[in-house]
């Protein structure tokens, strides 16, 4: 079973950047999508990021875009996730998934996903 271990997260006043990684064990990712999701308290999980095994194809959420960037190291087994010009509203807990498909990775949140890296946003 893949383990999925998020890093990375912390306190940054907005207009901050952050890095957040995502390594997984277990098994290797390299043929599965890769995505990041985030959920703030009281809200429902939302769909931040996601990045093809090749790399080629990386949908975002509108909330992020031109703000995040995702990107992966198959070497590594690791997920990243660049987030620049940092707003109070992205504020969540911030976890990484894996699935097979993109749909599927959408719908359910990754067939496996980690326990979650917390990102506090202050204004």
Not at 69 to 84: K, P
Not at 91 to 100: G, H
């Amino acid at each position: 079973q893949v383990q999925l271990v998020e890093s990375g997260g912390g306190l940054v006043q907005a207009g901050g950047s952050l890095r957040l990684s995502c390594t997984a064990s277990g098994g290797t990712v390299d043929n599965y999508w890769l995505g990041w999701f985030r959920q703030a308290p009281g809200l429902e999980r939302e769909f931040v990021a996601a990045i093809s095994w090749t790399g080629y194809t990386r949908p975002y959420a509108d909330s992020v875009k031109d703000r995040f960037t995702i990107s992966r190291d198959n070497s590594a087994n690791t997920v990243y996730l660049q987030m620049n010009s940092l707003k109070p509203e992205d504020t969540a807990v911030y976890y990484c998934a894996v699935d097979s498909g993109l749909r599927d990775l959408r719908a359910r949140g990754g067939m496996y996903r980690g326990q979650g890296t917390q990102v506090t946003v202050s204004s």
